[in-house]
């Protein structure tokens, strides 16, 4: 039963009260979700939320939607400006009932600025324990409402892609007890455990790119063996995934394989990683979509921004080039439709897909210019030029941070020099 406010519960004498009709206010956002939300955003170069740092000074809700964040730069030429204001969009825009976000900037006094980068290393140090996944890590989920409709294939593909292009991937294989990531990209053995901490498998990519692997596989002898945790931990592994792995600080994005289906393990991720988006995965076919719309709407509900929708299984490619829609078509553009996202891809059905999965050898790796090999190569270019490029350490504030440091090291040489001297006369 909704709450009733006081001028409703006084004006019951007729059958009907207004309690049951929503006026537009009531699917404005509040203040307080708006920020709840921007907490999500980072400051890419102090690798910190911008709520945290005390950067975001107001919020406004328009009786329209259209919400107002003011936020308080270290400089106003600030080059990262853009890359701010589209996470702040990104994240707001998600909220029901928003129409349009505007921001504003402000720069911050001296003052200010020393303030936030004293919070911005207090709350690095107060980050650590909660996860060991850097602030500066794009976090990915590849979800799905259904089985089977390729999520796993598509997460160690993009993984593939885009170490090929030089990054340095995380893969958390959150499939407790139906891994299949550690098979499907060829990476084996028991996790090594060192300082407390486990220690990812790792593989090298040509290009100069790394692959950080967790798995439940790793951990057990066989699926058997990993089913009977069922239930029992699931939260708590994809948790202590989190917490007692030592990603690499530099990580440029971790990827996320769900396990089919929604709960909660997206609301528990949702909750350890503010800044954690996510991929829906679906085939052409209709029934796949309605479960998939479920999962998106579980993202919104958990505060998650959804980047795209991916269709997998589009099309059987022939060896002489027929295409042939095996599954139907068209449940990859409804669904993104639907909630208002992209389409960010179609992969078309291939041989060489399930094998490479089979074998160890993501097709992206193996045949990039086969059909799906380039749609993976292209997909792996629209996140990381486009959708969700890696948060780079340079720009304004870390260029301050650096200025400080030389300015504190020649500071600390001409003292160590003068007492030198004194020393010697
Ligand atoms: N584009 C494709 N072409 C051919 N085979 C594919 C393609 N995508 C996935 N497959 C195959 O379909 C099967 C299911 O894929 P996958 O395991 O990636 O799905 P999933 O959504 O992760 O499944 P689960 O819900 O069981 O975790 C696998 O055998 C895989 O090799
Ligand atoms: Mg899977």
Known sequence: ????????????TTATTTADVV??????????????????????ELRASIVDLGMVRDISVA???????QVALTTLGCPLQAEIRREIKNKVTALPGVSDVAVRWAEMTSEEKATVMVRARRNARANAPDTMVAPSTRVITIASGKGGVGKSSVTVNIAAALASRGLRIGVLDADIWGFSVPRMLGVDGRLSGADGKIHPNR???????????????????????????RGLMLNKAVEQFLTDVRWAEDLDYLLIDMPPGTGDVQMGLARMLPQAEMIVVTTPTIAAQRVAARVADMARKSDMVVLGVIENM????????????VFGSGGGAALA????VPLIAQIPLEPLVSEGGDNGMPIALSAP???AGQVFTQLATLIATELLPPIEMVGCTARIL????NNLRDADARSAAQTATQTAT
Do not use: C, H, N
Not at 63 to 69: I, S
Not at 203 to 229: C, H
Not at 402 to 405: H, I, L
């Open 63 to 69: 009786t329209d939607g259209v919400v107002t964040v």
């Open 337 to 340: 439709k639907d909630i208002g």
């Open 203 to 229: 593989r090298l990519i040509d290009g100069g790119g790394e692959l950080e692997v967790v798995s439940m596989g790793f951990l057990v002898e066989d699926e058997g063996s990993a089913l009977m945790w």
């Open 369 to 371: 210019d086969s059909a």
């Open 402 to 405: 650096e200025a400080a440091a």
């Open 314 to 325: 589009s099309e059987l490619v022939t060896p002489g080039g027929e295409r042939i829609a």
């Open 1 to 12: 039963m909704p709450p009733q406010d006081p001028a409703t519960t006084t004006a019951t």
């Open 23 to 44: 006026s537009p206010t009531d699917v404005l956002p509040d203040v307080d979700s708006v920020r709840t939300i921007l907490a999500g955003v980072m400051d890419p």
